[in-house]
C-alpha cells in the first residue's frame, strides 16, 4: 500500500502561483510514476502532469505546459507541483496519485494509489 497526502492548495487571483505537496509513505516511493490529475465541478478528472521514477522525465498536459513545473524529491517521499500563471480555469480539486508502470501514464486506470486531493481555487 502506498498512502498519498496532498497540500497547499488555496484560493489565489489570476497569474498567482500555488506549489501542492504530495507525501507518500507505505512502499518504496521511489520505485513509483507520480502524477497529478485535476477535477473541476461537473467534468472528468483530466491528467495534468506525470513524472518518471528517476525524475528524469516529465510529462505535461497541453494546458499546463509552461505553467506548471512537477518535480520529486526521493529522499523525501514527495513529489510537487509548482504552478504559475494560474488561471481561473485551472479551478479544481488536485490529486496526486502513483503508478507502478511508467506506460500510458497519461491515463487514469494506470495509477493505483490516490490521495484525498486539495482544492485549488484561481479568482478572476
Known amino acids: 500500500q502506498v498512502h498519498l497526502v496532498e497540500s497547499g492548495g488555496g484560493l489565489v487571483q489570476a497569474g498567482g502561483s500555488l506549489r501542492l505537496s504530495c507525501a507518500a509513505s507505505?512502499?518504496?516511493?521511489?520505485?513509483?510514476?507520480m502524477g497529478w490529475f485535476r477535477q473541476a465541478p461537473g467534468k472528468e478528472r483530466d491528467f495534468v502532469a506525470a513524472?518518471?521514477?528517476?525524475?528524469?522525465?516529465?510529462y505535461y498536459s497541453d494546458s499546463v505546459k509552461g505553467r506548471f513545473t512537477i518535480a520529486r524529491d526521493n529522499a523525501k517521499n514527495t513529489v510537487y507541483l509548482q504552478m504559475n500563471g494560474l488561471k481561473p480555469e485551472d479551478t479544481a480539486v488536485y490529486y496526486c496519485?502513483?503508478?507502478?508502470?511508467?506506460?500510458?501514464?497519461?491515463?487514469?486506470?494506470?495509477?493505483?494509489?490516490w490521495g484525498q486531493g486539495t482544492q485549488v481555487t484561481v479568482s478572476s
Open positions: 513524472i518518471a521514477w528517476s525524475g528524469g522525465s516529465t
Open positions: 496519485a502513483a503508478a507502478a508502470t511508467q506506460y500510458n501514464i497519461k491515463y487514469r486506470y494506470e495509477y493505483d494509489y
Open positions: 507505505g512502499r518504496t516511493f521511489s520505485r513509483y510514476t
